[in-house]
């Protein structure tokens, strides 16, 4: 691996919650040596003048949705591999959401060849919790663990049998697994496409209360208590919810909880005039859900901030909204959306890459997330403050079911780096 010098950089280290200007070096693939101002001498290698940009650790994006296997023509390994160096996204983790589901160690085995072929960034994949993700048999946690799985979830198959998903969180907290749950009761939530409440009713479409994230949370953390597992929960994304999760951290239980940019940047009345764009899972919120939430990621209450990256075909999302396919592309939109928070003062870039690298790769026990000494060379090297509008269609996604179509947005990346290895660069697109 070549050596190489970047210099003339805002720095933002998630872990000492700092911004300043200095430089690093690469060896081998991970950081050699972090300088600040511009004490380096010159390298062997090459030399990038980063030009008063940010330079940050890469983004460890939790619960990425791809094709493979079953529906590679939403996305591929490939394409999604992409749009996730186009995006400054060293490292995603798989959903089991698959066709079939990640539900045994050989589809698994395939996954992370597959992976290791055609795709440049990190690609960790998540198991199923339960076979077929049906909620009636646990998958064989032990033997995926031992195949790579870094977690185990049934996305939003929630499993409605409590002695059963007990038995899973029991087994998984046995073995040191991570369970991830979608915390929707999922009675209250079928069949909805919104937010209950005067939008709802104004466009006469199905809604569902804030209650029923409450509920499903209330129940998942009475159960980790029971048992004690380690348990993220995948988006909070209501007000209702977040007094539950303050209890269960500060009772001790071994609790995070993530949310996607979706849920931090947009709230229902964003869905307008039926736009299924818009129509993600669980719905979007209200405004003051929204302003909780931010304010939730900002005082740490809310660890990990993720994509939630799920893409759709045509065909599933130009129908009536009540019949549309929940879910959006975000992984090359993650950055740009999340510095809407930024530039509104909301969050400053060091919270921001702590829920979005540093947090994700603890919790994960993953290596990245880190600007450090000995840390992988796994870096994103963006412009906060160019701006553009955001056209679909130059997407890498396979799928171009974004909400931010004709956007106007700030942050470009301009390059990404994976174990020191440049993997895209703004210039070659």
Known sequence: MTDLLLCNARLIDPEAQTEVLG??????????????????????????????????????????????????????FRSAGLAAAAGGVTTMVMRADTQPAIDTPETLAFVLNRAREVTRVHVYPMAA????RRGGEMTEIGFLLDAGAVAFSDGDAVCINPKIL?????????LGGLVIGHVQDPGLSEGAAVTSGKFASKQGLPGVSAMAERMGLERDLALVELTGARYHADQITTAAALPALARAKKAGLDITAGVSIHHLTLNELDVGDYRTFFKVKPPLRSEEDRLAVVEAVASGLIDIVCSMHTPQDEESKRLPFEEAASGAVALETFLPAAMRLVHAGMLDLPGLFRAIA?????????????????????????????PFVLDRFALHSKSKNTPFDGARMQGRVMRTFVGGEQVFAKDDT
């Open 166 to 174: 007990s038995r899973c969180l029991t087994y998984a907290n046995a």
């Open 129 to 132: 919790l339960t076979k077929g």
């Open 23 to 76: 430089g690093l070096r690469i060896k081998n693939g991970v950081i050699a040596e972090v300088f600040p101002g511009l004490e380096a001498t010159a390298t062997e290698g090459k030399t990038i003048d980063c030009d008063g940009m940010v330079l940050a650790p890469g983004i460890v994006d939790i619960g990425v949705k791809i094709g493979e296997p079953g529906e590679r023509h939403k996305e591929s």
């Open 358 to 386: 540093l947090n994700p790769a603890r919790r994960l026990d993953l290596p990245g997330g880190r600007l450090a000494t000995g840390a992988p060379a796994d870096l994103v090297l963006f412009d906060p403050d160019a």
